[in-house]
């Protein structure tokens, strides 16, 4: 046995058939990262669930991301502190991290003007303020429909360019969640 990257017991082979461990029929093992049930190897994460489970806490749950302990999120199969709907939290998850520190939406030139490097400087830029892009307000205090940046965010049809982030990778479901429960409880600062 061992404790794999996401913090979970895993039976290991050893040469011993063990439930949920060896090689199949036709003496095939599995892949670093993976264990080998009925249906074959399987990410280590998901253990000897049906398909759409993972393994948390040795009983199979619905889902795909990692079992996080309390007080904690998964973002794409990393656990993250979880973010609460205020400002404060979202600038230091997702503002700062994505969208200033590509040089996007920083200080020094902001894109469409919209300044996401500081707490207040996207309280002033985005709260109240009408989009550069469409005939919308970037946040709309507790209208997740009618923000436009939330609109960005998930790519909606309305969008002109690009959905946002546009360098790296998209935003996790936890951190889109979290901007829409953030506008949602009326974007407060």
């Not at 398909?51 to 990393?78: M, R």
Request: aromatic residues 4%.
């Amino acid at each position: 046995m061992r404790i794999n990257a996401f913090g979970f017991l895993v039976l290991t082979c050893t040469g011993l058939l063990v439930l949920g461990c060896g090689s199949d029929s036709n003496g095939s093992t599995c892949p670093a990262g993976e264990i080998l049930c009925d249906e074959g190897c399987v990410p280590e994460i998901r253990g000897c669930c049906p398909a759409g489970e993972i393994l948390c806490d040795n009983v199979c749950v619905p889902g795909f991301d990692a079992c996080c302990p309390a007080g904690q999120v998964s973002c794409d199969g990393v656990c993250i502190p979880e973010i609460e709907p205020i400002l404060a939290d979202i600038q230091a998850s997702v503002f700062t991290p994505t969208c200033a520190a590509s040089s996007c939406h920083d200080a020094q030139n902001p894109q469409q003007g919209l300044d996401l490097s500081s707490a207040a400087a996207s309280a002033t830029t985005s709260i109240n303020v009408p989009s550069t892009e469409v005939d919308k307000d970037r946040v709309v205090p507790s209208d997740v429909d009618a923000s436009y940046l939330f609109d960005k965010l998930i790519g909606r049809d309305n969008i002109v360019l690009d959905p946002m982030p546009q360098l790296g990778f998209p935003l996790c479901d936890a951190k889109i969640v979290a901007v829409e429960a953030w506008i949602a409880a009326g974007a407060p600062e």
